[in-house]
């Protein structure tokens, strides 16, 4: 009876609360603008290091 007693006192709203604030700021991330802009000047700058990289050659 004692571990359901310390479960019960366990602050379940908060923590579904602090779970989906967190998932929220994770979706936030992963399809904000600023990711996709990352993307493209990663792609941009690998295509430039291979231009390069073949001019070395």
Known sequence: M????KVEKLP??????SVADTLKG???LVNGPELKQSLVALQA??????DLAKQLD
Do not use: H, K, N, P
Request: no cysteine; hydrophobic share 40%; aromatic share 6%.
């Open 2 to 5: 004692q571990q359901l007693a």
């Open 12 to 17: 379940f709203e908060q923590i579904g609360q």
């Open 26 to 28: 994770a979706d936030g």
């Open 45 to 50: 700058t690998l295509a430039s290091v291979q």
